[in-house]
């Protein structure tokens, strides 16, 4: 049975002390994205991986928090639920899971981080992509990396896949593949094993 | 004798009367054309008006019958102020005109004796007739009135140039509307009929000089008791006919009595009483009940047995042999080769198919399979089982391109 996410008092505004908790336990800062986004473009590739796993990682923490011995049994609805909830939470957009044959591919809609022109992955789909991977490590304690994919207006698909498989995605993408055809040829390279 | 007949009768002794009251008045016309100053013409056209035409029913080119029934006109005096015209009688349009545009012209007589003549003939309801005007100027009321009584409003004057003989009315249809005599007590006559009554004093003397006085009222009241009439809606209750005795001196129940009458009875005829009579039943045999009338098969001597009646006849055993052999030919032949209609047939799929009857030389059936084994096998196919879980899909999401 799918546990509904639930967000009633998950944030808390404490005016009297000026604060923004998240579940009464961490302290939050409300940004401006904008000043978020020139933060981020000023970090290197390695700092800004860093920064994205460390928010990724603080949002695995509270899905393993909630979905508790779960995890293993759950499917990718209640999976999805969680995950996004916690990413909405931090106001990083709305988060869904699609799979292309076997390939699984994360996709999330409206967010804020986005960097560049919105024709080919930018600064702000690697801090996402980031984000996703330090999430997903926490949950699942997998050796995986997240590879980005595409934006399509205001949404960004992240390839979830193996280390091998990485190297090969980001070949097919240098060729100018469209990200079908990479999720086609990455189920292709699957079949063979 | 019917009531249109006795009706008839009456009207013809009426028209006697006209005629011999018009012989009068013909004879005194003649002695008054010695008097001076007196138009005969106004004199005789004095009072007639077309409605009384149409009321006496009689033709208005008779001076004679003008002068003896112009004493009901609703318009009196109108001719009398026209002493020049002669034929203005035969001008039924003029006579209609209202009398107020002639007092000029009355004013204009040549003569006094003509204008009081006019004055005289000027009658209205409120002013008694003047003692100077003649009997000729009255006409019968009660004439009148009866007269009005059995002509039908369609009835039209005649032509002027009819001469002085008189038309019988046509006799009234039956459940025709005949309008009754005014009564002198209870509902007032009518209009036209009420200002005929104010000149009474008039007519009556009008009518003592033509002789209808006692016994015009006779004729008029066994006219009116031997003649039934229907009642108009409005006048009340309606009258009853009293019963007649017919030849025979029975007497008929009036329509509505409750008593009917010896005819109607009859002689009623009284019947005997039915008696009570046996029936006579046939001694014979009982009556079969249903039990009895199945059939008892016979005995079964010829089961299980063949009966020599049942063989077929001698003769006919080699023409039976003939027969049986003759089709089994016919059925060789039609087996070993195809027909030559079907030779002939350009359609393979045709020629190629054979007769009935025929039957297959060898046929060759693949023998069902005994081994349980799968027909079909797959391989790969149930390598690996469906991820269901988010971890499964991950794990499997992982493994591509590891290769």
Not at chain 2, 159 to 168: K, P
């Amino acid at each position: 049975m799918t546990q509904r996410f639930d967000m009633t008092g998950a944030l808390r505004f404490d005016l009297t002390r000026g604060r923004v908790s998240l579940g009464g336990v961490g302290a939050r800062v409300v940004l401006p994205v904008e000043v978020l986004s020139l933060l981020c473009r000023s970090l290197s590739d390695a700092e800004l991986s860093d920064f994205g796993h460390g928010l990724g990682n603080a949002v695995g923490k509270r899905v393993v928090e909630r979905l508790g011995s779960r995890l293993n049994r759950v499917e990718t609805e209640e999976m999805v639920e969680h995950l996004g909830g916690e990413l909405a939470l931090m106001g990083l957009g709305s988060l869904s899971v699609e799979y292309w044959g076997r390939a699984m591919v994360v996709s999330i809609v409206d967010s804020p981080f986005v960097f560049g022109d919105g024709r080919k992955p930018d600064s702000g789909d690697e801090l996402l992509a980031s984000l996703i991977h330090g999430a997903l490590l926490r949950i699942t304690s997998r050796e995986l990396s997240v590879v980005p994919l595409s934006r399509v207006d205001d949404t960004a698909r992240f390839a979830v896949c193996g280390q091998r498989a990485r190297e090969h995605v980001e070949a097919w993408l240098a060729e100018g593949c469209h990200y079908g055809e990479v999720l086609a040829r990455l189920n292709e390279s699957g079949a063979s094993v | 004798m019917s009531l249109e007949q006795q009706r008839i009768e009456q009207l013809q002794g009426l028209l006697a009367k006209i005629k011999r009251n018009a012989a009068v008045l013909l004879e005194q016309r003649s002695h008054r054309q010695a008097v001076p100053g007196v138009s005969p013409s106004s004199r005789v056209a004095a009072g007639v008006s077309p409605s009384s035409h149409v009321a006496a029913g009689v033709s208005p080119s008779s001076r004679a019958g003008q002068a003896a029934l112009s004493g009901a006109a609703p318009t009196p005096g109108v001719r009398a102020s026209q002493p020049a015209q002669p034929a203005a009688s035969d001008r039924p349009s003029e006579s209609r005109r209202p009398t107020s545009d002639r007092p000029a012209q009355a004013s204009a007589r040549p003569s006094e004796p003509a204008a009081e003549a006019s004055r005289a003939l000027t009658k209205r309801p409120s002013q008694p007739a003047p003692p100077v005007v003649s009997e000729l100027d009255e006409a019968p009321q009660r004439l009148d009135d009866e007269l009005l009584m059995t002509i039908p409003p369609s009835a039209a004057p005649p032509a002027a140039g009819d001469s002085s003989e008189f038309e019988l009315p046509p006799a009234p249809v039956p459940g025709e509307f005949v309008s009754e005599p005014p009564s002198d007590e209870g509902e007032p006559p009518p209009i036209s009929t009420r200002q005929q009554r104010g000149d009474d004093s008039a007519h009556e003397e009008l009518e003592e000089s033509l002789g209808f006085g006692a016994d015009g009222a006779e004729d008029e009241e066994d006219f009116s008791a031997s003649s039934p009439r229907t009642p108009p809606p409005e006048s009340g209750p309606q009258v009853t006919i009293p019963p007649k005795e017919d030849k025979e001196g029975e007497t008929r129940a009036a329509p509505g009595t409750d008593s009917p009458t010896m005819e109607q009875v009859g002689s009623t005829i009284e019947l005997d009483e039915p008696g009570s009579f046996d029936l006579e039943l046939a001694d014979g045999e009982p009556r079969p009940t249903p039990d009895d009338t199945e059939a008892q098969l016979p005995p079964g001597e010829y089961a299980g047995t063949y009966d020599a009646s049942l063989r077929p006849p001698e003769n006919v055993q080699e023409e039976l042999r003939t027969h049986a052999q003759a089709a089994s030919e016919r059925v060789e032949r039609s087996s070993s080769a195809p027909s030559s209609p079907l030779q002939s047939s350009p359609a393979p799929q045709v020629a190629s198919t054979p007769a009935l009857g025929a039957r297959p030389t060898e046929v060759v059936a693949r023998a069902p399979s005994t081994s349980s084994a799968p027909a079909a096998l797959y391989d790969g196919a149930a390598a690996q089982a469906e991820p269901r879980t988010f971890i499964e899909r991950l794990d499997a999401a992982l493994r591509l391109g590891t290769s």
